[in-house]
Nanobody, 116 residues
Framework: QVQLVESGGGLVQPGGSLRLSCATS????????MRWYRQAPGKERELVAI??????NLANSVKGRFTISRDNAKNVVYLQMNSLKPEDTAMYYC???????????WGQGTQVTVSS
């Protein structure tokens, strides 16, 4: 049974930090490209970060503030978020995509709220 479980969200003041985790099971984690998306109320889902093999890429809106990493031994992908802004408020989702078959799995999301 495939599972992706996000955690680490919450309420934080502007300028603060959070680290999101996405714990996975049920598939061969190392064969999957991992992404973090976010969706704010009334907006479309936005790709925030991607990690595949050893390479990463970040959306322009979060470059210099967010970092994506993965631990293949623990089957976990992380999103370190620093210097958070109110516009970072959204539900954050992790996604796994098989590098060869393009099969995709989604987590249920974790809410991040940046507010004073």
């Amino acid at each position: 049974q495939v599972q992706l479980v996000e955690s680490g969200g919450g309420l934080v003041q502007p300028g603060g930090s959070l680290r999101l985790s996405c714990a996975t099971s049920g598939f061969i984690f190392s064969l999957y490209t991992m992404r973090w998306y976010r969706q704010a109320p009334g907006k479309e889902r936005e790709l925030v970060a991607i990690i595949t093999g050893g390479s990463t890429n970040l959306a322009n809106s979060v470059k210099g503030r967010f970092t994506i990493s993965r631990d293949n031994a623990k089957n976990v992908v992380y999103l370190q978020m620093n210097s958070l802004k109110p516009e970072d408020t959204a539900m954050y989702y992790c996604q796994a995509e098989n590098t060869f078959s393009a099969r995709i799995f989604w987590g249920q999301g974790t809410q991040v709220t940046v507010s004073s």
